[in-house]
């Protein structure tokens, strides 16, 4: 009669085994969900960036298929349209054309992202009406810790708000900071801020605008509108804060500045 046999000495395919064990050991539940009007673009290309950065090389063939899969709404028919064989790639292309397809920008430069930062944390986070004062503020701390993460100083932010608040066109404000090779550093800019307004460039280019006027150092904005002014809905009778305005003209105005920058 023959010995019985050990299972535990039965050997297993290497193949067989490693792909059972690792495809269920993935972290499935790190990949983020997209859903249209709520997620934000960016930050979804971020997160899908280091996921891909992190996922292991034999499996990436499921990591676009699977993000997919979490895409809701509208957005969702859009995905729909891609080849599957462009998603079941072994490399990360299949990630870049689901990220391309939902409106990020895989390839952003360090200089777009650096502006993406400012603006989000300067100009972009805004309580909502119906938002807790915690949720608002642990909004405004990730954007502005990530400009400190950045090693962000004072002398960038001076030299953004300098442009951003100005009246020069977007290509006006995309000379300067080429010139300074994406730099801001803030005696550069005015200097070079200043040089656009002379009247030799404005007779260059035809500029018959005339800014000419000298306004006190002290005059601000709030000089002609209360700061915290809130105006009333006479419908609604709900009372909206005078930012709500300023929004718009922040949205419109980094619509513009985008533009110029691509």
């Known amino acids: 009669m023959p010995p019985p046999v050990d ?16 495809s269920t050991s993935l972290p499935w539940s790190s990949l983020p969900k997209f859903i249209p009007g709520t ?74 992202e650096q502006y993406e930062t400012f603006e989000r944390a300067l100009y972009g986070t805004l309580q909502k009406s119906n938002e807790s004062h915690d949720s608002y503020v642990a909004r405004s701390e990730v954007h502005f810790e990530e400009l400190l993460a950045r090693g962000t100083t004072l002398e960038e932010i001076r030299a953004y ?10 290509d006006g404000r995309k000379k300067i900071v080429l010139d300074q090779g994406g730099k801001l550093r803030y005696p550069e800019v005015t200097k070079a801020f200043r040089l656009l307004g002379s009247r030799f460039f404005q007779d260059l280019q ?15 904005e709030c000089d002609s509108e209360p700061a915290f002014a809130a105006s009333h809905d006479a419908e609604s009778g709900v009372s909206h804060p005078a930012s709500s305005t300023e929004a718009l003209t922040f949205l419109t105005a980094l619509d513009d500045e985008v533009d110029g920058l691509h």
Request: hydrophobic share 40%; aromatic share 6%.
């Open 39 to 112: 997620t934000n673009v960016q930050e979804y290309t971020q997160k899908m960036k280091f996921i891909a950065s992190i996922w292991p090389k034999e499996h990436l063939e499921v990591l676009a298929p699977r993000a997919a899969l979490l895409v809701e709404g509208a957005a969702f028919h859009k995905v729909m349209r891609i080849s599957p064989e462009k998603l079941k790639t072994s490399s990360v292309d299949g990630v870049i054309i689901l990220v391309e397809t939902l409106g990020g920008s895989w390839g952003m430069t360090m200089l777009e």
């Open 206 to 220: 035809g500029d018959k605008s005339s800014k000419t006027k000298v306004y006190d150092v002290n005059l601000t």
């Open 7 to 22: 299972a535990s000495s039965i050997p297993v395919p290497e193949e067989a085994s490693g792909s059972v064990s690792s």
């Open 161 to 170: 708000v300098l442009l951003r608040q100005s009246t020069l066109s977007p």
